[in-house]
């Protein structure tokens, strides 16, 4: 009977161990899929970007293409990204911090906030997901915080390296995080990195994620106030009202509903 039990014991701790094992293997498969395919995306911008310095004429690939933007205006998408929107007019622009693995497209879809929490550019299911810009968030309103999710993938892609903020020596070294919109450059100054998390309803706690999109100048400066408090390290830079802030956020493990954030104002 002993002799039964410990061979059932050790297939089923087998079996565990195979399934684990099939567990990460697909896990970082897929993550590996997944760096491929934005990765050709980044290609695919910076080739557009190299053909527009080569050359002022315009190709079948870089006619210009003109949008209504959120101002009602009509806009022109700058060259690098027409390919880009061709593919998908869901992307809003392209986030990136220089020297790191964060260089990404950064998805907009209005109408379903969480559209690409768990698809690809190409709106395929894959759990790493995309970067999205919040609902609320308008990029051309000088007076908004625009608020960019993306995962913390294991795996180090997507948002995980946004987490080097913690340390001050990192902080120094990239102190800029660059946001494109589809119309125009744009660069942003880090002022804050805090951790933080989701609370309840009724926690009296500063919540980062209630100041999204146009912000008073009153809510503007709780805002700074309440990011001030929580940095880990002081970095010299006080937005006023009327610069416009950049937020990255992303999941953290300190506590349960963990998340890290990064906030800068635009030059």
């Given at each position: 009977?002993k002799?039964?039990i410990?061979?059932i014991?050790?297939?089923i701790?087998a079996l565990i161990f195979i399934?684990?094992?099939?567990?990460?293997?697909?896990y970082?498969?897929d993550a590996?899929?997944?760096?491929?395919?934005?990765?050709e995306?980044a290609e695919l911008v910076e080739?557009?970007e190299?053909?527009?310095?080569?050359s002022?004429?315009?190709?079948?690939?870089?006619?210009?293409?003109?949008?209504?933007?959120?101002?009602g205006e009509?806009?022109?998408?700058l060259k690098?990204y027409?390919k880009?929107?061709k593919r998908?007019?869901?992307?809003?622009?392209?986030v990136?911090v220089?020297d790191?693995p964060?260089?990404?497209p950064?998805m907009f879809?209005?109408?379903e906030?969480e559209y690409y929490?768990?698809?690809?550019?190409?709106k395929?299911?894959?759990?790493?997901g995309m970067?999205?810009l919040?609902?609320?968030?308008d990029?051309e309103d000088l007076?908004?915080?625009?608020?960019i999710?993306?995962h913390?993938?294991k795996?180090g892609?997507?948002?995980?390296?946004l987490?080097?903020?913690e340390?001050?020596?990192f902080?120094?070294?990239?102190?800029?995080?660059?946001?494109?919109?589809l119309?125009?450059?744009g660069?942003?100054e880090?002022?804050?990195a805090?951790r933080?998390?989701?609370?309840?309803?009724d926690d009296e706690?500063?919540?980062?994620?209630e100041?999204?999109?146009h912000l008073s100048?009153?809510?503007?400066d709780?805002?700074?106030?309440?990011?001030?408090?929580?940095s880990l390290?002081?970095?010299g830079?006080?937005?006023k009202?009327?610069?416009?802030?950049?937020?990255?956020v992303t999941?953290?493990?300190h506590v349960d509903?963990?998340?890290?954030?990064?906030v800068a104002?635009?030059?």
């Amino acid at each position: 009977m002993k002799k039964i039990i410990l061979n059932i014991l050790i297939v089923i701790f087998a079996l565990i161990f195979i399934g684990s094992g099939w567990y990460l293997f697909s896990y970082y498969r897929d993550a590996k899929e997944a760096g491929d395919k934005v990765e050709e995306l980044a290609e695919l911008v910076e080739e557009s970007e190299s053909e527009d310095e080569a050359s002022s004429g315009e190709t079948d690939d870089t006619e210009p293409i003109e949008v209504v933007s959120s101002s009602g205006e009509k806009k022109t998408i700058l060259k690098k990204y027409r390919k880009l929107y061709k593919r998908n007019p869901d992307v809003i622009g392209w986030v990136k911090v220089d020297d790191t693995p964060i260089n990404y497209p950064v998805m907009f879809t209005p109408e379903e906030n969480e559209y690409y929490l768990h698809r690809n550019f190409d709106k395929q299911d894959d759990v790493n997901g995309m970067p999205f810009l919040d609902a609320l968030c308008d990029p051309e309103d000088l007076d908004s915080n625009l608020l960019i999710y993306g995962h913390h993938m294991k795996s180090g892609i997507m948002f995980a390296h946004l987490l080097d903020y913690e340390s001050e020596d990192f902080y120094k070294k990239h102190k800029i995080i660059k946001f494109d919109t589809l119309y125009a450059k744009g660069e942003y100054e880090i002022v804050a990195a805090f951790r933080s998390q989701v609370y309840k309803a009724d926690d009296e706690n500063f919540k980062y994620y209630e100041y999204i999109g146009h912000l008073s100048e009153k809510r503007f400066d709780k805002y700074i106030k309440g990011i001030e408090e929580l940095s880990l390290y002081k970095t010299g830079i006080k937005p006023k009202y009327g610069e416009q802030l950049l937020s990255l956020v992303t999941c953290a493990y300190h506590v349960d509903e963990g998340r890290f954030v990064v906030v800068a104002r635009k030059n």
